[in-house]
Nanobody
Framework: QVQLVESGGGLVQAGGSLRLSCAASGRTFSNYDMAWFRQAPGKERDFVAAISWGGGRTYYADSVKGRFTISRDNAKNTAYLQMNSLKPEDTAVYYC?????????????????????WGQGTQVTVSS
């Protein structure tokens, strides 16, 4: 079992920045690939970014590419999402997720159904 706790959300003006953190506990963090998803009111949960267990591979949704950066620190059991140039359409609850290592990660990193553990979410609100 892995427990995930997100933090760092809040209210920011358009063009601003936030850094989300996802603290993991319970299992060896480096045994898991990690991702961030988000869900806006009335919409489905969407993929944002993913990172492989060692940090060597990262993937992004087209809507955040060039603005968001996913990273991880396995020594601290923490994953991060640096969000720059925020837009009102980035407003959502952001969730971090973990999945056991799999050779198929590079092919389905965007699929929320492949993730085994989820945090409770942190609200990000971007005002115009």
């Amino acid at each position: 079992q892995v427990q995930l706790v997100e933090s760092g959300g809040g209210l920011v003006q358009a063009g601003g920045s936030l850094r989300l953190s996802c603290a993991a506990s319970g299992r060896t963090f480096s045994n898991y690939d990690m991702a961030w998803f988000r869900q806006a009111p009335g919409k489905e949960r969407d993929f944002v970014a993913a990172i492989s267990w060692g940090g060597g591979r990262t993937y992004y949704a087209d809507s955040v590419k060039g603005r968001f950066t996913i990273s991880r620190d396995n020594a601290k059991n923490t994953a991060y999402l640096q969000m720059n140039s925020l837009k009102p359409e980035d407003t959502a609850v952001y969730y971090c997720a973990a999945r056991k290592l799999s050779s198929s990660f590079s092919g389905n990193y965007y699929n929320s159904l492949k993730y085994d553990y989820w945090g409770q979410g942190t609200q990000v609100t971007v005002s115009s």
